[in-house]
């Protein structure tokens, strides 16, 4: 599986974003795709995941209720909506899928849990 993360960019405070995370090869319908993001000198944490059957999400509490993952199997592609950006959410943001798809639900915050990552896309919000 092959990721390409994009829709990165410059943004002031209360802005939006969207990411996309779009994926060649199998269809991204069978995984779970998460995102994740990461600044210097840092460690990788997570961001929102949804799980293989579509039905079930997962936010850390920093993003929930502005974050929005969502995904079109038809363009093989994740989303990550990103709205009411705030500076602190400035990182390189990663889309990584679990293949094959073991992770169970409880396990999507895991990033061990993940086998296939995308490039990074930067995000920087100025206040």
């Known amino acids: 599986v092959q990721l390409q993360a994009s829709g990165g960019g410059e943004v002031q405070s209360g802005g939006s974003l969207r990411l996309s995370c779009a994926a060649s090869g199998p269809s991204i319908s069978r995984y779970t795709v998460a995102w994740f993001r990461q600044t210097p000198g840092k460690e990788r944490e997570f961001v929102a995941a949804i799980f293989r059957s579509g039905m079930s999400t997962s936010y850390a509490d920093s993003v929930k209720g502005r974050f929005t993952i969502s995904r079109d199997n038809a363009k093989n592609t994740v989303y990550l909506q990103m709205n009411s950006l705030k500076p602190e959410d400035t990182a390189v943001y990663y889309c990584?899928?679990?293949?094959?798809?073991?992770?169970?639900?409880?396990?999507?915050?895991?990033?061990?849990?993940?086998?296939?990552w995308g490039q990074g896309t930067l995000v920087t919000v100025s206040s």
């Open positions: 990584a899928v679990d293949a094959p798809p073991l992770l169970i639900l409880s396990d999507m915050r895991r990033m061990t849990g993940y086998d296939y």
